[in-house]
């Protein structure tokens, strides 16, 4: 598990980072905070991983702090100002993350640091996901947001893969888990669930239609259709096809 720490003059920034981390099982907050000065510190006294860093900040800027901590822990610059990026890799910096910061571009960045550090690609089940059989029942339990969370199959529309990463979309909203998607397909009945692409894994009730190499599901999604998946879905599909008399 990677202990991070965030820096940021604004609290709104602050608060969007915690909450990603809050959502990953492989990271723990360990401090944030508004004054790099304070957060020195926190680098000097405990063991910290991975920090998250603001580049522009009025008492001390990213590049000084950098600087300061001389290579204690990763470092991923997060900015508001694209022309800050070159100057962050002169640094050594691990990645640099533009505000507004998307999730899915912040995993990105986590992974690289995960690579660097020689993290396993790919964990053992219980500590991974703790994810619980429950096919019986129709349910499963997925790790997610520091808690075991209940999925109903019925719930799931697709659930989509992002390196070491599920987030699993359902009618109740997302969850996020630490978890390869072939993992994630070993634990789904395959008469309900399909792999129609590398990265998606679809529940074949929430079809509403296949269109050359798009997937329509309900609520207006659209899912890609990978060519080599192409022909287990129409074997799938072929089940449910009523043809009428000649």
Same mark, same amino acid.
């Given at each position: !598990?990677? =202990?991070?720490?965030?820096?940021?003059?604004?609290?709104?920034?602050?608060?969007?980072?915690?909450n990603?981390?809050?959502?990953?099982?492989?990271?723990?907050l $360990?401090?944030? &905070?508004?004054?790099?000065?304070?957060a020195?510190d926190?680098? @000097?006294? %405990?063991?910290?991983?991975?920090?998250? $860093?603001?580049?522009r !900040?009025p008492?001390? &800027?990213?590049?000084?702090f950098? =600087?300061?901590? =001389?290579?204690?822990? =990763?470092?991923?610059?997060?900015?508001?100002y694209?022309? @800050?990026?070159?100057?962050? @890799?002169e /640094?050594?910096?691990?990645?640099?993350?533009?505000?507004?910061?998307?999730?899915?571009?912040?995993?990105q960045?986590?992974? +690289?640091?995960?690579? !660097?550090?020689?993290?396993?690609l790919?964990? &053992?089940?219980?500590? %991974?996901?703790?994810?619980?059989?429950? +096919?019986?029942?129709?349910?499963?339990f997925?790790k997610?947001?520091?808690?075991m969370?209940k999925v109903n199959?019925?719930?799931?529309? /697709?659930a989509?893969?992002?390196?070491n990463?599920?987030?699993?979309?359902?009618?109740?909203?997302?969850f996020?888990t630490? *978890?390869?998607?072939k993992?994630?397909? #070993?634990h789904?009945?395959n008469?309900?669930?399909?792999?129609?692409?590398?990265? @998606?894994?679809i529940?074949?009730?929430? $079809?509403?239609?296949? #269109?050359?190499?798009?997937?329509?599901?309900?609520?207006?999604?659209?899912?890609? *259709?990978?060519?080599? /998946?192409?022909?287990?879905l129409?074997?799938?599909?072929? %089940?449910?096809?009523? &043809?009428?008399r000649?």
């Open positions: !598990m990677l =202990k991070c720490l965030v820096i940021d003059d604004e609290q709104s920034a602050i608060d969007v980072l915690a990603y981390i809050n959502r990953l099982p492989s990271l723990h $360990v401090a944030a &905070s508004l004054l790099p000065v304070e020195l926190i680098v @000097y006294t %405990q063991k910290i991983d991975l920090i998250f $860093v603001d580049i !900040m008492e001390l &800027s990213g590049i000084d950098v =600087k300061l901590v =001389k290579g204690r822990s =990763k470092i991923i610059f997060t900015t508001a694209s022309q @800050y990026a070159l100057e962050g @890799y /640094y050594n910096v691990v990645d640099y993350l533009l505000k507004p910061i998307a999730f899915e571009r912040f995993i960045a986590v992974r +690289k640091v995960q690579d !660097m550090e020689q993290f396993p790919k964990l &053992s089940l219980p500590e %991974q996901t703790y994810i619980l059989d429950g +096919k019986v029942d129709d349910y499963i997925i997610s947001e520091n808690r969370q199959f019925t719930d799931i529309l /697709y989509e893969g992002l390196g990463y599920i987030t699993l979309h359902t009618i109740k909203g997302k996020v630490l *978890l390869g998607i993992d994630l397909e #070993e789904l009945p008469d309900k669930f399909l792999r129609v692409h590398r990265s @998606y894994i529940s074949l009730i929430k $079809v509403d239609y296949v #269109e050359g190499n798009q997937i329509a599901l309900e609520n207006e999604i659209n899912i890609p *259709l990978g060519e080599t /998946y192409r022909n287990q129409w074997t799938a599909l072929d %089940q449910k096809i009523i &043809s009428g000649k």
